[in-house]
Nanobody
Framework: QVQLVESGGGLVQPGGSLRLSCAAS????????MGWYRQAPGKQREVVAT???????NYADSVKGRFTISRDNTKNTVYLQMDSLKSGDTAVYYC?????????????WGQGTQVTVSS
């Protein structure tokens, strides 16, 4: 059974930092593209950052230069370091694991962790 468990969310003041973690189990972690997505109230879920099995990263324009995604394949964990946080970053953040195997797509989601940026 695949599980993705996020942690590290919370309340932070504007300009502050948070580090999210997502611990994965039940899958060949190193073979997956891992991603962080977020969903603010009344908005659609959007991609924040992704990191491929080979370590290539991609970021949404809104977080470039402020957020950093990384992975530790020895711990089956992906991280999102969030700096210079803004009120617009307030959302539920979700971890995602994605892999295409021949004709099948394997895609899994975590339960989400709340990030609130407010003074």
């Amino acid at each position: 059974q695949v599980q993705l468990v996020e942690s590290g969310g919370g309340l932070v003041q504007p300009g502050g930092s948070l580090r999210l973690s997502c611990a994965a189990s039940g899958l060949s972690f190193s073979r997956y593209t891992m991603g962080w997505y977020r969903q603010a109230p009344g908005k659609q879920r959007e991609v924040v950052a992704t990191i491929t099995a080979g370590g290539s990263t991609n970021y949404a324009d809104s977080v470039k230069g402020r957020f950093t995604i990384s992975r530790d394949n020895t711990k089956n964990t992906v991280y999102l370091q969030m700096d210079s946080l803004k009120s617009g970053d307030t959302a539920v953040y979700y971890c995602n694991a994605d892999r295409i195997v021949i004709a099948s797509r394997l895609n899994y989601w975590g339960q989400g962790t709340q990030v609130t940026v407010s003074s």
